[in-house]
């Protein structure tokens, strides 16, 4: 188990794609801090990690809130001494036409997705400069790099994520952290089920390999950034969509 020892935080752990990393990090023997605003579907994450013998903590907490961040990160620091990997995982979707979109939509998109991942990445950074040691990865999507009708917000915001993930690795590379984004495709999740059958088949077709991607294979990707073969990478965006962006 390759992460024996190590503390893990997941925000947007209680489904999707969340859940899948923070399930493959207890496999390989994190101890799993599990972050949401849902605390009874992450209380059945933490249930599945127990399951599979695993070591989680459940903290309720609103990542777009600074001051829950930092009572998250407070406690864990207070239980486990030490922070070695984040995954800014949470995030939203408010979609609309721009000529129809609401400052509300446009707000809630943004702050959570992008101010979310300021929120906790600051909340961390002292700890893991502190230990000269720490991964983060921040979950982007292939929408910030390419665009989508409808996802303004959406599309800013994970843009956003890039930008951010690129400055900060390079502040912090000295002290032995790296920070890495990864930009998913189109993937099976509770956000793509909903979708009509005939969006899902135009979305089908703009991916090469003609399928969606499955949460299991973010979390893989997820798994070798925060591993220590990845050591020697930072300030880069692994593209994990089927090959929609080349």
């Known amino acids: 188990m390759i992460f024996e020892g190590r503390v893990s ?5 209680s489904q999707g794609i ?6 493959e990090l207890s496999r390989e023997g994190a101890d799993v801090i599990l972050v949401d605003i849902q605390k009874e579907k992450l209380e059945e994450v933490a249930d599945k ?6 070591k989680s903590s459940v903290f309720c907490a609103d990542v777009s809130r600074l001051d829950q961040v930092k009572e998250v990160i407070e406690k864990v620091v207070q239980n486990h001494k030490r922070i070695d990997h984040l995954v800014n995982n949470a995030g939203i979707t408010r979609d609309n036409l721009l000529m129809r979109m609401t400052e509300e939509e446009w707000d809630a998109v943004l702050t959570v997705n992008l101010k979310g991942v300021f929120n906790f990445s600051k909340a961390v950074i002292r700890n893991m400069i502190s230990n000269r040691y720490g991964r983060i990865v921040n979950i982007s999507s292939v929408v910030g790099q390419m665009g989508n009708p409808g996802q303004t917000n959406y599309a800013a ?3 956003g994520v890039l930008g951010f993930t690129r400055a900060l690795a390079r502040e912090v590379a000295p002290r032995g952290i790296t920070v890495n ?4 495709g ?10 009509p059958e005939q969006v899902k088949k135009i979305f089908i ?9 499955s949460p299991d294979e973010i979390a893989h990707a997820v798994k070798f950034l925060l591993s220590d073969e990845a050591a020697y990478i930072t300030g880069q965006v692994i593209n994990v969509n089927g090959g929609m962006v080349m």
């Open 18 to 23: 969340g859940e899948n990393i923070a399930l």
């Open 205 to 213: 077709e703009l991916i090469p390999m003609k399928r969606f991607g």
């Open 49 to 54: 990690v127990a399951r599979n013998k695993g």
């Open 186 to 195: 189109y993937v099976a999740t509770p956000m793509t089920e909903n979708l």
């Open 181 to 184: 984004a990864i930009a998913p």
């Open 9 to 13: 935080i997941v925000t947007g752990a």
């Open 157 to 159: 915001s994970k843009a």
